[in-house]
C-alpha cells in the first residue's frame, strides 16, 4: 500500500494580553493510517477551543485603574508642539534678518564719512568731528529706510578708519533700533563691530544682543552677517528667549536671508504650552 503524505489538523487560539491578541497555531500529525476514532476526538476538541474562545471574546476585559495626573491627548500635544514650534522659528526668522538689515546702515553711513567728510554733520545727524589722520567719527548717528520700508536709526559711540584706502572699518559700541514693517520694534547691540569693506562680512564681537517689544530676545559673544549673500552664523553659545519658550545652543546659522535657521552644536529648546 503507498504511504498517505502526512496531514495536518489546524485551528488558532487567541489570548488578550494587555489590550493586543497573540495568534498561536497548533498542528497535530497524522500517522499514513489515521485512527477515526482519533480523528473524531481531535476534532471535538479542536471545536470545545473555538466555542471557548467564542465565550471568552465576550468576557469584559478589567478594568484600568485610573492613573493619577493630568492626562493629554497625544493629538493635542502635538498640534501644541507645532505651534509652538513654528512661531520660535518663524520667530527667528524675522529677528535674525533684521539684525543684518539694521547693520547694513553702517555700511549705508559709511561712503559718507568717506566722501563728504568736511560735511560730515549734514549726513549724520549730530555726528562729532571728523578727525581725518585715521578717519574717525565720534557719536555717529544715521537714519534711513530699508528697501522693504522698514526704518532704522544706528548710532555708535566711534566709527574709524585707518586711511582712506583701507579695507577695514571698526565700530563701537554699535546699536541699531529697528522700526519693522508690521508694526514693531526691535534693537540690535554689541560692544565693537568690524566691517570689511570688500566681502561686506560685518562681525560683531561681545554681548551680541538683540531685543523685540514683543518679548523676545537673543543674546551671543559674537556674529558674522554676510551682507551680499544674506548669511550670518556664530559659534559661541547662543541664548534666547520669548513667549514661545526658551532656547539655548552653541552656535547658529541663518541662511538665504532667514529662509533657513539653524542651532548648530549641542542644543536645547523648550517650548511652553501656551493653548
Not at 56 to 82: C, E, Q, Y
Request: charged share 20%.
Amino acid at each position: 500500500m503507498i504511504a498517505k503524505s502526512p496531514r495536518c489538523s489546524w485551528w488558532t487560539r487567541r489570548k488578550s494580553r494587555l489590550g493586543s491578541c497573540i495568534f498561536t497555531t497548533f498542528c497535530a500529525p497524522v500517522s499514513p493510517d489515521p485512527d477515526p476514532a482519533g480523528l473524531i476526538e481531535l476534532e471535538k476538541d479542536a471545536s470545545a477551543m473555538a466555542s471557548a474562545d467564542s465565550n471568552a471574546g465576550t468576557t469584559p476585559p478589567p478594568s484600568t485603574p485610573p492613573v493619577r495626573g493630568a492626562s493629554i491627548p497625544v493629538s493635542i500635544g502635538r498640534r501644541t508642539l507645532n505651534q509652538s514650534y513654528g512661531r520660535m522659528v518663524g520667530w527667528l526668522k524675522v529677528l535674525l534678518p533684521t539684525v543684518a538689515v539694521a547693520l547694513i546702515a553702517l555700511v549705508v553711513a559709511w561712503p559718507y564719512l568717506k566722501q563728504e567728510g568736511h560735511r560730515i554733520t549734514d549726513s549724520l545727524t549730530g555726528a562729532g568731528q571728523l578727525i581725518t589722520e585715521h578717519m574717525e567719527v565720534s557719536q555717529a548717528r544715521y537714519a534711513g529706510i530699508s528697501e522693504d520700508g522698514q526704518r532704522y536709526t544706528v548710532t555708535a559711540k566711534s566709527v574709524q578708519q585707518a586711511n582712506v584706502d583701507a579695507i577695514m572699518v571698526d565700530f563701537t559700541e554699535p546699536r541699531a533700533d529697528i522700526n519693522l514693517s508690521d508694526g514693531s520694534w526691535a534693537l540690535v547691540t554689541a560692544e565693537t563691530g568690524t566691517l570689511n569693506r570688500e566681502t561686506q562680512v560685518l562681525e560683531l564681537f561681545s554681548k551680541v544682543n538683540l531685543f523685540h517689544d514683543l518679548g523676545y530676545e537673543f543674546h551671543s559673544e559674537s556674529a558674522t552677517f554676510d551682507l551680499l549673500q544674506g548669511n550670518a552664523f556664530g559659534f559661541d553659545p547662543v541664548q534666547g528667549q520669548g513667549p514661545f519658550g526658551y532656547l539655548e545652543a552653541e552656535g547658529f546659522q541663518l541662511m538665504n536671508r532667514g529662509e533657513q535657521v539653524q542651532l548648530t552644536g549641542k542644543a536645547r529648546v523648550i517650548i511652553y504650552d501656551t493653548d
